[in-house]
């Protein structure tokens, strides 16, 4: 380690000798080990296939804690490099401002429209036409997590989908299992109703009420029956006493519950706990229902800068980003996926297979960040928060609250 | 204070002027910021501030929003009991350590330590001590030797079977995960006000012991009679620094509970937060921080009548 920075720090050195180079300060949050190792990459590629320095700026904590802090550093007028943003409508006033730089320059060269797919990923960083920000990896929500264990237990099949699992919790609470493992924070909560939609209905609805706010429909019966069936997971998952998704993911992993709609970022649980998917565990992408996934992701952004040597760094870090052999080494340690297509991975387990196969076929929709605003999305989080603190709280009584929200989304 | 001279404004000239810097920054930062932020929360501002005035709609907004109310619930709760259990615990604690004991450096050190430790880490400790699994449930469970309950089913009295059945899980019950907080900012906090209570015994004069004692007062009774309405000023003091310690609660509870189990122990401090930073609405987030500065001078007005408006007449 020490070797390593005394060499990067003489690498600066000798690098601040060379008119081109630039020492590009890049900021994000990835900081648990596997985001790390990812981030490491990349920093590796900069200083190895470039004349320029990664300057690391980590910011520990989630990105609730890292955006404040790249806002206030753009908008006090001391901008970085670059710095990782979900991509979607986070970034909208600041592009509005004109404090971020036009990549389309870049994108055009590269050929970005050619080769990231889902297209979606580059329609996200796309404002009036111009392209904003460089797309890295992408992370799918819709997924159940089953535990083998749980269910040898219970005596009974490992669930396909979500109305077998439904059916099979009766079983495994008479085993004294949890059937549906959540953690009670607002995020997990409202990912799984994000998930059951675009899973349980066909995916037109899911754009119908989350972009075009079509608040009848979300008033409507189709709506309600995923409100049910998220009462039922209330239900389901009313003994699992944690808050963390890696504690809930771990009540899987020990077999203790029975399953968990999660991110693909918990197949990194599993990993370390040394489970075989296919062996321990199974993944169904869409709940076993519709194989689509909703294509969020993170993504870099690059703050407009008066040195144009700087920016013409920035345009060779965004390249780099997208290059496949950067792509290939960054989303396998990140347990992501690659925002092309075009790209071999045969490196990646089952579950990341499955994921690449439904992204290949183009079942792929926005993620909601990209829909609405983040506001909206505070507020229709909070709901769900409720609603599953109390039970009280009826299903149809959620619905009216959301589709309220979704009236009043921008 | 001196009786008024005409020629008091030009006294201590050095000691003014040496006095700008703070008064300016009180001023421009404390006063200028909290007149900002009051102004654009009648703003429509999102991710950057701008003045687009939308009148009071950010306002209904937050009065309609059950989280906001939760909130609000949420800091009574907290509030009153904290005041009660840190004034009444802080009192007891400094008049037994007012006692004349042996090793009251000691005692009074390990007391005031918790207030050394951050919101953060106590908020960490707390929660690790209140988790059934490992933490305090599970110690008093492994005492009674951890028997599953149905090994205990129809054995009537056995203290090991009780011992191992005992509930003790505060931050994972919503209806009282906020008694779970208060446990934890207590433990953090009574340590100070023991130690300002403690000074304030000291400053009593002993012939007013000596006094109450040959007229043969109960020494309970002198406490409540005399000694505490001679201690006003101490109880102002602790009273500000407590308040203000129950308003501002934000870390303790993101490093405690987050907010949950769902929105438990949710705070307006955090409402605050989420939407500025999470919400990246800023105008939703001066609202409701302008409602906690309307809620302290709603307590802070009278009090500072009361208090200066005796003293002038004093």
Redesign the interface.
């Known amino acids: 380690m020490t070797i390593r920075s005394i060499l990067m720090a003489g690498g600066a050195v000798c690098a601040a000798g060379y008119a081109s180079a630039a020492e590009l300060e890049v900021m994000h949050w990835w900081t648990s080990g596997g985001e790390a190792a990812a981030v490491a990459e990349l920093a590796d590629a900069l200083n190895e296939r470039t004349e320029h320095t990664w300057v690391d700026g980590a910011i520990a904590g989630t990105g609730?804690t890292a955006?404040?802090i790249m806002?206030s550093r753009i908008?006090g007028g001391d901008p970085m490099a670059a710095f990782q943003f979900n991509h979607g409508r986070?970034a909208?006033?600041?592009i509005e401002?004109g404090l971020l730089r036009d990549m389309t320059d870049v994108a055009e060269a590269q050929g970005w429209k050619d080769i990231v797919n889902p297209p979606l990923l580059l329609d996200a960083c796309t404002v009036d036409g111009r392209i904003y920000c460089a797309p890295i990896s992408i992370h799918s929500w819709q997924w159940l997590w089953l535990s083998h264990k749980a269910y040898e237990d219970a005596g009974i099949p490992v669930p396909t989908n979500w109305a077998e699992f439904v059916n099979a919790a009766p079983a495994l609470e008479a085993a004294g299992k949890v059937p549906l493992a959540m953690g009670?924070?607002?995020w997990q909560q409202n990912g799984a109703f994000q998930v059951m939609m675009i899973s349980l209905l066909p995916k037109e609805v899911y754009l119908q009420v989350y972009r075009d706010k079509d608040a009848e429909k979300a008033r409507g019966p189709e709506v309600g029956r995923i409100f049910q069936a998220l009462a039922q997971a209330r239900e389901m998952s009313r003994d699992s006493?944690v808050?963390d998704w890696n504690q809930a993911t771990n009540m899987v992993i020990t077999g203790e519950a029975g399953g968990q709609i999660m991110g693909d970022w918990a197949q990194g649980e599993f990993q370390l706990a040394g489970l075989v998917a296919g062996e321990d565990y199974t993944c169904l992408p869409g709940l076993g229902g519709n194989p689509t996934l909703q294509a969020g992701g993170d993504a870099f952004y690059f703050p407009a800068l008066d040195d144009p040597e700087m920016t013409a760094a920035q345009g060779e870090l965004a390249a780099l980003l997208l290059d496949p052999q950067t792509q290939v080494a960054f989303n396998l340690k990140k347990g992501s996926l690659p925002v092309r297509g075009d790209i071999d991975l045969s490196a990646a387990n089952e579950c990341m297979q499955k994921g690449l196969e439904i992204l290949a076929s183009g079942e792929a929709v926005p993620d909601v960040a990209q829909l609405i605003?983040?506001?909206s999305?505070?507020?229709i989080e909070?709901v769900f928060?409720?609603f599953?603190?109390?039970e009280t709280i009826t299903a149809e009584e959620a619905q009216e609250q959301f589709a309220a929200l979704i009236e009043d989304a921008d | 204070m001196a009786a008024s001279r005409p020629n008091q404004l030009f006294r201590n000239k050095s000691a003014k002027i040496a006095a700008i810097p703070m008064i300016a920054t009180a001023l421009v930062v404390f006063l200028g910021g909290t007149i900002w932020t009051v102004a654009h929360s009648f703003t429509s501002s999102?991710?950057?501030p701008k003045w687009d005035l939308v009148g009071l709609t950010q306002y209904e907004r937050l009065w309609g929003?059950?989280?906001w109310l939760i909130s609000i619930e949420n800091l009574m709760i907290y509030g009153v009991c904290m005041l009660v259990f840190c004034f009444v615990i802080g009192f007891v604690l400094a008049a037994l350590m007012d006692q004349k004991i042996r090793f009251e450096n000691t005692f009074r050190a390990i007391i005031l330590y918790p207030y050394a430790l951050s919101f953060i880490v106590t908020g960490l400790v707390w929660q690790w001590i209140l988790n059934?699994e490992f933490g305090l449930q599970h110690v008093i469970r492994s005492l009674g030797g951890n028997r599953p309950p149905a090994e205990c089913e129809g054995v009537g009295l056995s203290l090991s079977c009780w011992l191992s059945g005992i509930e003790f899980?505060p931050l994972?019950n919503?209806r009282i995960a906020i008694y779970g907080i208060l446990i934890a900012a207590l433990w953090q906090g009574t340590g100070l006000i023991m130690v300002l209570m403690l000074a304030g015994l000291r400053g009593i004069d002993q012939e007013i012991w000596r006094a109450s004692r040959v007229d043969g007062i109960p020494a309970w009774k002198t406490y409540l009679f005399v000694v505490i309405p001679m201690m006003r000023p101490v109880f102002v003091t602790t009273l500000v620094l407590i308040g203000a310690a129950i308003v501002k609660v934000y870390d303790l509870i993101v490093a405690q509970?987050?907010g949950?189990?769902?929105?438990?122990t949710e705070m307006p401090a955090k409402y605050v937060y989420?939407?500025?930073?999470?919400?990246?609405?800023l105008g939703?987030g001066f609202a409701a921080s302008t409602m906690m500065l309307l809620a302290v001078l709603i307590v802070v007005i009278p009090w500072a009548f009361m208090e200066f408006g005796r003293k002038n007449r004093g």
Do not use: H
Request: charged share 25%; hydrophobic share 25%; net charge negative.
């Open positions: 609730q955006r404040p806002i908008t986070q909208e006033e600041l401002a009670q924070q607002g006493r808050q605003s983040a506001d999305l505070t507020r909070d928060v409720q599953f603190a109390d | 999102k991710l950057l929003t059950r989280r059934p899980d994972y919503p509970t987050g949950g189990p769902g929105n438990a989420d939407y500025m930073f999470g919400g990246q609405n939703q």
